[in-house]
């Protein structure tokens, strides 16, 4: 936790803060080793970073006294990522990754690879994906919580949401066997369509690039979905 995430709740008043949820108090405790009057970095979800005192920690709440908050956040990624829904283990990863490198928008999508049970799992209630969020968040000292779009069929987005995500980005499709390598360091706004373990099917992929997006590959190497997003997003900005 580089950055102590503050729900606009936990404040007290505009010069004072409250804790009480186990997980930050517990971080503070344990890996920060934190005691009163020690000074940490904060930053108000949607606003901006500084720097709040510690007045007192205990196993039930931490008190806080704002000092500064001036500093703004970390700009966002010039992309809106539409991931084909990972096992849920690998989404929980992937969130807190993507989060951290700075991507603000991502849409869940269902492909046909994309197992229907996923869809069921307890990872995607939004008490889940938020916490990911807040944790990608404070590992890479953020504090603008992206927004989390589920599409579960893949018609209905082709048809009804890809043309108005395109209006304005360079749809881009990730799949190996394109003839096309990755960009490198680009400042498009970008729509960035990443497929499931084994890939999107033919017909996805056809669909993709006749409604406009360029195809693109990693190389030669199969990736996991972690690792291939990571590397996408690290390559094209």
């Known amino acids: 936790m580089n950055l102590i995430l503050l729900d606009p709740n936990d404040l007290f008043d505009e010069h004072h803060v409250f804790i009480s949820d186990p997980r ?12 009163a009057g020690d000074i940490l970095t904060v930053g108000i979800q949607g606003g901006a970073m500084g720097k709040a005192r510690l007045t007192e920690l205990s196993d039930k709440h931490a008190h806080f ?11 966002p990624l010039p992309v809106h990522l539409v991931l084909a829904l990972p096992r849920p283990r690998m989404l929980a990863r992937t969130l807190e990754h993507v989060t951290a490198l700075g991507v603000k928008e991502i849409t869940l999508l269902h492909t046909k690879r994309v197992e229907k049970s996923y869809w069921q799992s307890p990872e995607l ?15 890479a000292r953020d504090t603008h919580i992206p ?7 893949f018609r209905p987005f082709l048809e009804q949401q890809l ?7 360079r749809g881009l499709v990730a799949h190996p066997g394109m003839p096309n390598a990755c ?10 369509l990443v497929g499931p373990e084994g890939g999107f099917i033919a017909w996805e992929v056809e669909q993709l690039l006749a409604a406009g ?19 996408l997003l690290s390559r094209l900005f």
């Open 125 to 139: 209630r939004a008490d889940k994906i938020h916490q990911h969020l807040v944790l990608g968040l404070e590992q």
């Open 147 to 153: 927004s989390v779009n589920l599409c579960k069929g």
């Open 213 to 231: 997006c360029e195809g693109m590959h990693l190389g030669p190497r199969i990736l996991r979905v972690e690792t291939a997003v990571t590397a």
């Open 183 to 192: 960009p490198r360091g680009i400042a498009d706004q970008t729509l960035l």
């Open 163 to 169: 043309p108005t995500l395109l209006s304005h980005r």
């Open 24 to 35: 930050r108090l517990a971080h503070l405790r344990d890996v920060h080793r934190s005691t």
């Open 65 to 75: 006294t704002l000092e500064v908050l001036d500093e703004p956040p970390p700009p």
